[in-house]
């Protein structure tokens, strides 16, 4: 892996509770999708699974689940789930033999892989008819002031500690390397009704956060938490956050 990669990553190398935690889950109908387009339903993989946001939907449609991410912290704070494996280990690297593997999927991750290696090993792991799914989120929106707030504060001073790799969710996946013949995912999206407490947990997880309040800027952090707190006004209220699911697929 290059310096690079290995820099990116370390941004998820703790702090598995507060994934656990804060990270909006996957729509079962993503997971639904995938296995349709699989030949066999025998083994799963879901690589880069932090806390197993989308692993725990898998079980439902296939055999085996093996679930992996390079931080143990993760891997430690991850949901357990009914034949689901959790391993440490990388994505470019799958403990599985040659041609056991009907669906791979990097759900909120491959951004951070070293894609050359990754696709190498997937092409070692995959049998004919399986599937490999690059599924990522993109950047949420919420309805009226607090939206625009919300997009105000995010495009503001704090987006400069995101880390290398980020602008590949705001751009959903379009520009990342996908060298297989591509099939198109239908819309769909991952909807939370929030009040603010519930969003500022989501927000604490960001990599830039941590990035920022490292670098001693606080007060960025701060003053996004303020004015998404002012704008929200009344705490207890529910706001709906959308989040756009976007990817590539591919049948191998």
Known sequence: MSGSGRLRRAHFQEGGGSYAAHRPTYPGEIAKYLASLCFRREQAVDVGCGTGQFSGLLP??????????????????????????????????????DGSVDLVVAAQAAHWFDLDAFYKEIQ??????????????????????????????????????????????????????FPFVELEIPPMAIE?????????????????????????????????????????????????????INGRVAVL
């Open 124 to 177: 070692r792991v995959t049998r004919t008819g399986s599937v490999l799914a690059l599924v990522s989120y993109g950047v949420p929106s919420l309805p009226g002031e607090v939206g625009e707030v919300f997009v105000e504060q995010y495009n503001g001073p704090l987006h400069g500690f995101w880390p290398q790799g980020r602008e590949h969710v705001e751009q959903g996946y379009a520009g990342l390397d």
């Open 60 to 97: 439902e449609y296939f055999r085996a689940v093996r679930a992996t991410d390079v931080s143990a912290s993760q891997i430690a704070s991850a949901r357990p789930c009914d034949r689901v494996e959790y391993v440490v280990e990388p994505a470019e690297r799958i403990g599985l033999a």
């Open 192 to 244: 939370r009704d929030w009040d603010l407490g519930g969003f500022l947990g989501y927000f604490s997880t960001w990599s830039a956060v941590k990035k920022a309040r490292e670098a001693g800027r606080e007060d960025l952090v701060e003053g996004m938490r303020r004015a998404l707190s002012q704008a929200w006004g009344d705490p207890a209220e529910v706001q709906r956050v959308t989040f756009p």
